[in-house]
């Protein structure tokens, strides 16, 4: 990734808070203003008191523009808070916008943790963008308002001036490059770090029980050498980068003096103007803050590829259709659902390869296969959690590609097999998605999907928070069921959402979603056999291609078929007896 991806990301931020940024700029300009008209009016002082005419007018401006610098630099310095602060709000909502509206198949380079990881850091960093750049900008502006001034005032000390400018500008540019370099990799070690301990956090359990804490913790901090050889390094550049500084610039500054001390006992300047080319003299060898400012233009770009990465995702389009009104006495009737020629691809793998399925509205449709045959693919097709690299899905004959984000996420609701539970509180977790649920709707749902007894023994009910409350496998797939029945839909998609559960819960959630979702279409990633056979027609897959379509009874004498069952029970499923599918 270039330099140029991340200068784009600042630019995108600055002009986001133009607002805020044009402010500082113009304070800033003032503040450079008074500070470099002062040395002039400062001579003028001088004369007027060596020459014994008065002052008195000269002294007021000089107070004036006192005032006038100290109070811009202070709003310069507020107003420059309150944009660096925005602009890390802004860059965090892009990228977290961008990742999620890019769909749940997106990736991150360094998963969850490392997107948290980057998305603080990177943010941070890259908010003093807009910032560094307008700093850098008027802390050059001196050195030329100097140069100006100082030549104008005698050509030999301008001269003398600028045979040190090259120097300076040579510091600064090979400051600017290595910084960048060495930034960029101390945020990326930086970030490794955050992400193996995010990952670490969230796996603490596994870590427990499998007793590799001394590994795990050598994964975390593997790292950090590489991190401590980066932050040697910049501090060294930054070291001797100042050392030079510090040798050039108090060098160039007694030059022009003693430059400016020869033109005044040969009569070319006044002991005034002697003064004021003192004070050029320090402004314009100042250009030392200017490294200050390189450096954090260097790490705010560092911090912006990194966000980068995030931002540039091309987010899932939508269109502006909807859905065919359902016809008949229900209120809420099933959409048909078609898979035509589908095919999807990751990574290099096809995962799915020419699939073809239909649903008639209504049906209960299961699909049946071996891990990694697809099933679950196929189901975030049907409700567009991605897009197929060719093929099209259609519900009730829409392409789903056409369909607005309100209108298909309004019929389409989903329930997985290790839900999110996303929310403040429990009730909250239940009502996702269906914003104008009442405290009624959110207990019925509950009872259909046999949670309401659990939930209402928790210390607060449904207002026990997400955050405070352990909940087993089978409980936090119970409330994922229930949002899928807080809210009317038209098709309900259960990626594997009753494998924790056992068979009677499970046939009573079942039958409740045959009864409650007003002939719903449904579709089920299955795993038992019990389940196939409730359906009114299997979908076989195997390795990404559909191997059979028919109904459990009819395809059970396959024994292919039936050793995707077997397979389960040998691996340690929960019980079932494969029998009761025929």
């Avoid at 100097?146 to 500008?169: E, K, Q």
């Avoid at 930034?183 to 029980?209: C, D, F, H, K, N």
């Avoid at 990751?346 to 799915?352: F, H, I, K, V």
């Avoid at 389409?412 to 009624?440: N, Y």
């Amino acid at each position: 990734m270039t330099g140029g991806t991340g200068t784009r990301l600042i630019r995108t931020a600055a002009r986001a808070q133009a607002g805020g940024t044009t402010v500082l700029l113009l304070t800033g300009c003032v503040s450079a203003a008074a500070q470099l008209t002062l040395p002039a009016v400062l001579g003028e002082t001088v004369d007027g008191l060596v020459g014994g005419d008065d002052f008195t007018r000269w002294l007021g401006v000089c107070g004036a523009l006192v005032v006038i610098y100290v109070a811009c630099e202070a709003y310069s310095d507020y107003t420059a808070g309150v944009v660096q602060a925005r602009s890390a709000l802004f860059l965090r909502r892009s990228a977290t916008a961008r990742l999620v509206g890019a769909g749940p198949h997106a990736r991150t380079t360094r998963g969850p943790g490392g997107f948290a990881a980057q998305l603080l850091e990177g943010a941070s960093a890259a908010a003093m963008g807009s910032n560094a750049a307008v700093w850098l900008a008027l802390s050059l502006l001196p050195a030329l308002v100097s140069l100006i001034m100082l030549w104008r005032t005698d050509v030999w000390v301008g001269l003398v001036f600028s045979c040190g400018l090259p120097v300076v500008a040579w510091c600064l540019r090979s400051f600017a490059t290595d910084s960048s370099r060495l930034i960029s990799r101390y945020l990326e070690e930086q970030s490794t770090v955050s992400s193996r301990l995010a990952e670490a956090l969230g796996g603490a359990r596994t870590i427990a029980a499998s007793h590799t804490l001394e590994r795990e913790v050598a994964r975390i901090v593997e790292p950090l050498p590489r991190l401590r050889r980066s932050g040697d390094a910049l501090w060294r550049l930054q070291a001797r980068t100042a050392a030079q500084g510090n040798v050039l610039f108090p060098l160039l500054h007694v030059a022009v003096l003693a430059t400016a001390g020869l033109a005044l006992g040969r009569g070319r300047i006044s002991a005034g103007q002697l003064l004021a080319v003192s004070e050029y003299a320090a402004m314009g060898t100042g250009l030392g803050m200017s490294l200050l400012f390189v450096n954090q233009l260097a790490r705010a770009r560092a911090g912006a590829e990194q966000l980068h990465t995030y931002a540039a995702l091309p987010p899932m389009e939508y269109g502006d259709s909807t859905l065919p009104e359902p016809t008949g006495a229900a209120a809420v009737t099933g959409a048909g659902v078609e898979l035509k020629g589908t095919t999807v691809r990751r990574d290099g793998r096809t995962l799915l390869s020419g699939i073809d399925i239909s649903v008639q509205p209504g049906e209960l449709l299961a699909l049946v296969g071996q891990s990694g045959s697809g099933k679950s693919t196929v189901a975030a097709l049907m409700g567009r959690l991605l897009d197929p690299d060719q093929g099209e899905v259609l519900l009730d004959g829409v392409p789903v590609r056409r369909l607005s984000r309100a209108a298909l996420r309004r019929c389409v609701v989903f329930a997985f097999e290790r839900p999110e539970l996303i929310g403040v509180d429990i009730a909250d977790t239940i009502s996702a998605g269906a914003p104008h649920a009442t405290p009624d709707d959110v207990a019925r749902a509950a009872g259909l999907a046999r949670a309401a007894s659990f939930i209402e023994r928790m210390p607060n009910g449904y207002r026990t928070d997400v955050e405070s409350v352990v909940l087993s496998g089978g409980e936090m797939q119970r409330i994922g069921l229930a949002r899928a029945f807080v809210r009317p839909a038209r098709l309900v998609l259960l990626d594997d959402a009753t494998s924790s559960l056992d068979m009677a819960t499970e046939h009573e959630i079942d039958r409740a979603l045959a009864t409650d979702t007003s002939g719903a279409t449904r579709v089920m990633v299955a795993h038992r056999a019990s389940s196939a056979a409730r359906a009114d027609t299997v979908v076989w897959l195997e390795a990404g291609r559909v191997r059979a379509v028919g109904t459990h009874s009819g395809l059970w004498d396959l024994p292919g078929y039936r050793a995707v069952f077997q397979q389960r029970a040998e691996s340690g499923a929960a019980p079932d007896a494969a029998g009761a599918g025929r």
